[in-house]
């Protein structure tokens, strides 16, 4: 079973215009992390954002925030008022746990457009 | 100052060759790693290192040798080379093995391995 999940290959948003990409996770560990990375046409893997399976409050960084619902085991990722710089690729990855490598395991990703 | 350096950045070799892509962390990390970014940008662990020791090994055919002769360094040898080896490589690395707000994953910009 896919362990992070992006179910929007592709998404267009206006320039100006809040956007939300989707995550999903699976994981039985009740210790994780989930971060997102964006991956410009330039190729370099750029950090975002870090939530932890044990953070009360949703994180923030800039015109970046992740709605976490752990419930639900989502973690999608918010960015307000889109810059045309924002076309990237996006992905979601997760840390399981303290013994697990502390590799990332990364979701498909999602393309997003931002349209002047 | 790059924190997570690699070269070269752009790779083009032949068949059956045997090339290596170099990574150095000026970060003072602990943790390194090399992941696998293939043509439909998924992205996958390789190697993980803790303090020069390997960690993590996924499967990865033992063409592939990483290196780590100090812990600012993990070196990617690839031996015999084959046209499914095409792909961007990332080096990464990381405080410790812990997860926890400041233990981020940090990218290097990747090198790009064509053969042909």
């Known amino acids: 079973a896919q362990k992070i999940t992006q179910t929007q290959p592709g998404m267009f948003v206006q320039e100006k215009e809040a956007v939300t990409l989707d995550c999903t996770y699976d994981t039985s560990d009740p210790s994780y992390g989930l971060f997102w990375y964006k991956q410009p046409s330039s190729g370099e893997m750029i950090f975002l954002i870090y939530q932890g399976s044990y953070d009360q409050q949703n994180a923030t960084e800039g015109r970046y925030s992740l709605n976490f619902q752990k419930a639900r085991k989502s973690a999608n990722l918010v960015i307000s008022a889109s810059q045309l710089g924002d076309s990237a690729m996006y992905f979601c990855a997760m840390r399981e746990g303290f013994n697990a490598g502390n590799m990332l395991t990364f979701g498909g990703g999602t393309r997003l457009m931002v349209k002047p | 100052d790059t924190a997570v350096s690699q070269t070269p950045k752009y790779l083009v070799t032949q068949m059956g060759n045997d090339k290596s892509i170099k990574c150095e962390q000026n970060?003072?990390?602990?943790?390194m790693y090399w992941y696998k970014q293939d043509s439909k940008k998924f992205l996958k662990i390789m190697f993980s290192y803790n303090n020069k020791e390997l960690i993590i090994n996924e499967t990865v055919p033992n063409r592939f040798s990483p290196k780590s002769p100090d812990k600012a360094h993990l070196n990617l040898h690839i031996n015999s080379l084959e046209l499914g080896d095409s792909a961007v490589y990332f080096c990464?690395?990381?405080?410790?093995?812990?997860?926890?707000?400041?233990?981020?994953?940090?990218f290097g910009e990747g090198s790009w391995l064509t053969v042909v």
């Open positions: 970060l003072g990390h602990d943790t």
């Open positions: 990464a690395s990381s405080q410790d093995f812990s997860l926890g707000r400041g233990n981020t994953i940090y």
